[in-house]
């Protein structure tokens, strides 16, 4: 199910857009604390942004700009100004589109897959997104905003897994079980040295806390 994250202030346009988007299929993410969105973005990485221009605090514009240092996801700006040089200043920030209030349901809708689309055909199929992290496969890095990671074989498989999972408590012997069958034989004490550099390795990219040990059960991201 796609995450989408609303950050809008208006409390019925807020309720409105979440009640379409569960309607839709989707997973809505509505804001309601605003104090550090950014945060609340790489912790709940959403397949997509609905972004408000005229915010409590940071303004849209400026929360675009944050949002892009950190995450690599579409951003709509959905908001009530309507002039042509918001609408330019929002694609400079790296806006995906730019839909004005009042909108057409149907519409916001359609532009709203049109994006989910794009970014699908975008992102290459060995390419993985979760909590803040981008995972290339093919090429065995991982990525949080501008910082890079190498990893070995293992912490790929590891890492990968966790990612197609995020939230889940994963076992130690599913862990195990999928780097056998990619014919990686690993005992549980060679697991925990992995995870161990792993973590090390994210710590490097600001994430040093993301691997959770969830004792006698297994590892969440």
């Given amino acids: 199910m796609q995450r989408i994250m609303i950050i809008e202030d208006d409390k019925a346009i807020r309720e409105e857009l979440t009640f379409l988007l569960k309607n839709e299929g989707y997973h809505p993410l509505p804001v309601t604390d605003f104090t550090d969105i950014v945060q609340q973005a790489v912790q709940s990485g959403p397949h997509l942004i609905l972004l408000d221009i005229i915010l409590p605090g940071k303004d849209g514009f400026s929360l675009c700009a944050s949002l892009r240092k950190e ?8 908001t009530s100004k309507d002039s042509g040089m918001d609408e330019v200043k929002a694609f400079s920030l790296g806006g995906d589109d730019y839909i004005t209030k009042p909108y057409r349901v149907p519409v916001l ?23 803040g992290l981008r995972l290339d496969l093919a090429k065995g890095i991982v990525t949080a905003g501008t910082k890079t990671e190498t990893l070995t ?9 966790l990612m197609k999972r995020p939230e889940d408590i994963v076992s130690r012997n599913d862990l195990i079980e999928m ?22 390795k994210l710590k490097e990219l600001g994430k040093p806390e993301l691997i959770v040990t969830r004792r006698g059960m297994g590892y969440q991201l």
């Fill in 153 to 161: 074989r293992n912490e790929l498989q590891i890492l990968s897994c």
């Fill in 71 to 78: 995450l690599d996801v579409p951003v709509i700006f959905v």
């Fill in 109 to 131: 809708l359609a532009r709203i897959k049109a994006v989910l689309r794009r970014r699908g055909k975008a992102l290459n199929e060995d390419v993985m997104e979760a909590k």
């Fill in 179 to 200: 780097l056998w069958d990619s014919q990686i034989y690993i005992d549980d004490n060679t697991l925990s040295v992995n995870v161990t550099r792993l973590r090390g």
